[in-house]
């Protein structure tokens, strides 16, 4: 879940950046270079929309929740 919440926060942030006219990529860049947070999972964009996407996010996240529905 830990990718999931960076790339919902990263979609907040470059949210925030388009409506105070500000340059995401440069915003992307310094948040890349801080060790804590690293280059991976900051592209808001995915198949063109916000938020995760792919193989894995969903699929992971779905699990989670059929698993909270068992329990």
């Given at each position: 879940?830990?990718?999931?919440?960076?790339?919902?926060?990263?979609?907040v942030?470059?949210?925030?950046?388009?409506?105070l006219?500000?340059?995401?990529?440069?915003?992307?860049?310094?948040?890349?270079?801080?060790?804590?947070?690293?280059?991976?999972?900051?592209?808001?964009n995915?198949?063109?929309?916000?938020?995760?996407?792919?193989?894995?996010l969903?699929?992971?996240?779905?699990?989670?929740?059929?698993?909270?529905?068992?329990?």
């Amino acid at each position: 879940m830990h990718y999931a919440r960076k790339v919902n926060f990263v979609s907040v942030i470059a949210a925030l950046a388009d409506k105070l006219g500000a340059n995401y990529y440069n915003i992307r860049q310094a948040m890349a270079a801080d060790p804590r947070i690293g280059n991976s999972h900051l592209d808001p964009n995915f198949g063109g929309y916000r938020g995760f996407g792919g193989h894995c996010l969903p699929k992971d996240t779905l699990s989670l929740i059929a698993s909270l529905e068992v329990a």
